[in-house]
């Protein structure tokens, strides 16, 4: 009779039909599986219906070949295997085919010399028959069938298991071959896809620098990218760390809610540059509560159960500037791996980054801002000292001289004199009063109070401005008003721009345009003067006021302008009626987010 395979080289003039049919159909069976297990079990089945095999086992060999590290059994249910203990690890008669690569059949296990006896609670074994599996001539491990049916293991027994650990063999090869494709396919996934979170998170943070929306889009991603129930951002503040962004289940109320450093596993994290990790989210943040006197509960951050958590340190440069916390799985309750370790602290590192810059562009904002105050208060004071102050002095003499004097003629004209200094100088104080706040803007609306000013600017500098305000909202029998912030940032954006030209442009033409459509309100001043130098667009009162007030009214502002073609200003904000809530921020990437969606 021939062999079933020319690589197996073995005599099966023992075995009958019928068990020959089964071993045919074992291999391509065992071949066909592509996960490890179910090799094993599979074999292990088919083993004890061709042998007639009450127990089957695998003893799988560690590195060494010197010991099993791992021991399937079949045959034995698991109540008795909890009694048996620990599995065995080679020693005995287990052991002769690790050292001895042959296959060995006994007739009673407890009668060969080296045999250790069985611990309590194990069932009965008498009859053996272990068979060494190899891969590629390398020794893999062994199967070893015990109590068959009808006696003792005969060389028929014996033939038969040679066949199936040869296609044990190979089955087991191509299952660890697939595994470790698999495997390797899964880790070039996951790089990938970390390749493109990180790409994505550097390219949009890379333009975003605006503090608030980058803390949404780095809580955002970094959910995404760690498939984790809640993220928060925490900051410094001070001997804590507070929330100040998150995203998934995190509750909204958790927004400025303060953390102890000391005591808390964030703390930690922040204090030591390492990441933390905890298996159960609830647990940790529990002591950390009660530590600190809290009134937070766990379900405020993700849903009710067990989550692993971690809590990453966001390091700028060696110094840390807040920590990222990763809480829950969104799938499943397994605990974050090494790798999602190293991917979130990646991550971590970029959003450190992006956040310290848009911290250290909100300190110059900040700085600016306070610098534009203090230069507006001085031309405030200026101008009440050059002009009011200088002519309530001069009236004051007037008035002093006249009343020395017992000339009619010379009191009344003294008199006349007076009430043109002290009708001027009421018309400054109102021009003052109308640059600090008009009262048209309270009273009537951004129009008419666009109208007045212009007017105003025609009348004080010569200059031909032209203007066209249209807004639809203003029109009709029940107009409606902008919001306060909307209508201050427009009108004064205009005012601005119409004192720069008048003291800096030497233009003899300015245009004013003020409009509303789809849903923003545009804004453009363009004189013909001398223009400016685009190197020197950040320098003065006037075009910083500008920057910022366009930034705080959630307006985008552009400013170009060439030495003697004039300048154009245009200012587009959100058209927000007063009763309506704010549009969404739009984040570089294109996105509308609020910071806990």
Do not use: C
């Not at 905890?278 to 379900?299: C, H, N, V, W, Y």
Request: without cysteine.
């Amino acid at each position: 009779m021939e062999p079933l395979d020319p690589n197996l080289a073995l005599p099966l003039d023992a075995l009958d039909e019928a068990r020959l049919r089964r071993l045919i159909d074992a291999g391509p069976t065992l071949g066909a599986q592509l996960d490890l297990e179910s090799v094993l079990e599979n074999l292990l089945s088919v083993a004890r219906e061709v042998t007639g095999a009450r127990y089957a086992a695998v003893g799988v060999l560690d590195p060494s070949r010197e010991h099993l590290e791992r021991f399937v059994t079949q045959g034995i249910d698991e109540e008795t295997r909890r009694e048996i203990g620990d599995l065995p690890r080679g020693h005995g008669v287990l052991g002769v085919l690790i050292r001895d690569r042959r296959p060995l059949r006994l007739h009673e296990v407890s009668e060969h010399p080296l045999s250790y006896g069985f611990p309590p609670g194990h069932p009965a074994m008498r009859s053996f028959l272990g068979v060494p599996v190899e891969i590629n001539g390398q020794a893999w491990g062994n199967l070893y069938l015990t109590e068959k049916a009808n006696g003792d293991f005969g060389e028929a027994d014996e033939q038969a298991v040679r066949v199936l650990a040869r296609w044990a063999g190979l089955a087991i090869d191509h299952a660890r071959y697939h595994e470790q494709t698999a495997a390797q396919r899964d880790e070039l996934a996951y790089a990938m896809r970390a390749l493109e979170a990180t790409t994505l998170i550097s390219r949009s943070l890379g333009t975003e620098i605006e503090l608030e929306p980058t803390l949404e889009l780095v809580v955002k991603r970094g959910r995404a990218l760690a498939d984790a129930r809640s993220m928060l951002i925490m900051l410094r503040d001070g001997d804590h760390l507070v929330i100040t962004a998150m995203a998934g289940e995190a509750s909204t109320d958790l927004r400025g809610v303060a953390l102890p450093l000391q005591g808390s596993a964030s703390g930690k994290a922040f204090l030591t540059g390492e990441v933390q990790s905890a298996p159960d989210f609830a647990e940790q943040l529990g002591m950390t509560a009660r530590r600190a006197g809290l009134a937070i509960s766990p379900e405020q951050f993700a849903s009710p159960g067990k989550h692993p958590a971690l809590f990453v340190p966001m390091l700028y440069r060696g110094r840390a500037v807040g920590t990222l916390n990763a809480i829950g799985r969104v799938r499943g309750a397994a605990p974050f791996s090494d790798d999602d370790e190293q991917l979130i602290a990646s991550f971590a590192s970029s959003a450190a980054t992006a956040v310290a810059l848009a911290q250290t562009v909100e300190a110059d904002r900040l700085s600016r801002s306070l610098h534009a105050m203090e230069d507006e208060r001085t031309r405030w004071a200026r101008e009440l000292h050059d002009e009011t102050l200088q002519g309530l002095g001069a009236l004051r003499v007037l008035l002093a001289s006249a009343s020395r004097t017992r000339d009619a003629d010379q009191l009344e004209h003294a008199l006349r004199q007076a009430i043109e200094q002290v009708t001027a100088e009421i018309k400054n104080l109102r021009d003052l009063i109308t640059d600090l706040r008009p009262a048209s803007l309270d009273a009537i609306g951004l129009g008419p109070a666009l109208d007045a000013l212009i007017e105003q600017r025609r009348e004080q500098t010569g200059i031909d401005i032209r203007s066209r305000i249209e807004l639809e909202f203003e029109a009709g029998t029940a107009p409606q008003r902008l919001t306060l912030e909307l209508e201050t940032a427009a009108y004064r954006l205009v005012q601005e721009a119409l004192t720069n030209v008048a003291k800096h442009a030497q233009a003899t033409r300015v245009t004013v345009d003020v409009s509303d459509a789809g849903g923003r309100v545009l804004v453009t001043v363009e004189d013909n003067g001398i223009g400016f130098d685009e190197a020197q667009v950040d320098r003065g009162f006037g075009l910083a006021g500008m920057r910022e007030r366009a930034h705080l009214a959630g307006g985008e502002l552009t400013i170009a302008g060439e030495e003697g073609r004039g300048t154009k200003v245009e200012a587009s904000f959100p058209l927000t009626r007063v009763g309506e809530p704010a549009p969404p921020h739009v984040l570089r990437d294109g996105t509308r987010e609020s910071a806990t969606g």
